[in-house]
């Protein structure tokens, strides 16, 4: 009788397990804020990722966060590549290149779009000597950057078949790459920030539907990429 009304007594002490409890987490959420004050990209990921699993049961994927970034170096990249495309549209407008060369940001960082005519013949890849002197002086402006850099080609719909290309895959692959030799060579931007793209016919900028259409979509584009995008790029050993 005794055991059992000592059995139905409140126990007064239950009350320290809510609040050692309330104290871990605590600890925890100090530990989580003194981290990120010192955060870079991969530390952030990794706990924000942590964090997710244990209290959704699923991963955190970048870019999802709709707030402002935390990823360093996002405004900088905007202020530093605005200000590549202002001495860029400066260099277009002293040349008379209003037309041939356009330049433009979006989320993959600057985009330098330059029409084939500017630097090729028709159905050819190699880069006219008497205009090699524009890329040069467009390339010395990108110099510096630490960003990735990504030439892509591209042609019109119009099949080709001679001696030296199959396709406009071909052709456009083989333009870009001339674009990169000349960047790296005679420019001097490390060969391990660039990268040649061939797109061939296959993303037009407007249909195919008239000549004039065609020449806009024949066009070789270098693209200054966000930083950000450079640990998606393979790493050399």
Known sequence: MKRLEDESKPNHERWLLTYSDMITLLLIFFIVMYTISTINATKFAQIASSLSKTFTGTDYVIGQYSGSSFVQGNSGDKNSLGEIEKQLNGFIKENNLQGMVTSYIDERGLVISMQDSLLFDL??????????????????????????????????????????FDSNWELSVIRATNVVKILVNEVGIEPQRISAVGYGEYRPVVPNDSEEHRRLNRRVDIVIMNTEYNKWEPKSQ
């Open 123 to 164: 159905g050819s890849a190699d880069v006219h000597p008497e205009e090699k002197d524009v890329l040069i002086k467009i390339g010395n402006m990108l110099k510096t950057l630490p960003n990735h850099i990504r030439v892509e080609g591209f042609t019109d719909d119009l099949p080709i078949h001679n001696s030296k």
